[in-house]
Nanobody, 122 residues
Framework: QVQLVESGGGLVQAGGSLRLSCAAS??????YGWFRQAPGKEREFVAT????????DYADSVKGRFTISRDNTRNTVYLQMNSLKPEDTAVYYC?????????????????WGQGTQVTVSS
């Protein structure tokens, strides 16, 4: 069974940085995505990356602060988060799919990790 395992979450002060990792247990997926869900809110798109690593997209709220990248030799995707704000506080989920092409839609992804908590204090 394919698993996605996130790590790297934690508590950080506003303005700080965190790097999330997501390791896949099976062969490399074509497309990865990061989503997040704050208490009482729907899960929302954060970033996505295609196989090449050069085709990416970001939510407007994180553009210029977050960077998604991947290492296909390690079946791992990363989310570097800089200049963190209290409103970035959420559970962050890694998602993956075998189909090619980036996607900002939750329904496009078949595989999900268990989530990792990110808390940004003011």
């Amino acid at each position: 069974q394919v698993q996605l395992v996130e790590s790297g979450g934690g508590l950080v002060q506003a303005g700080g940085s965190l790097r999330l990792s997501c390791a896949a247990s099976a062969r490399t997926f074509s497309t990865y995505g990061w989503f997040r869900q704050a208490p009482g809110k729907e899960r929302e798109f954060v970033a996505t990356i295609a196989w090449s690593g050069t085709n990416t997209d970001y939510a407007d709220s994180v553009k210029g602060r977050f960077t998604i990248s991947r290492d296909n030799t390690r079946n791992t995707v990363y989310l570097q988060m800089n200049s963190l704000k209290p409103e970035d506080t959420a559970v962050y989920y890694c998602a993956a799919r075998y189909a090619s092409g980036i996607s900002t839609s939750r329904t496009a992804y078949s595989y999900w990790g268990q989530g990792t908590q990110v808390t940004v204090s003011s």
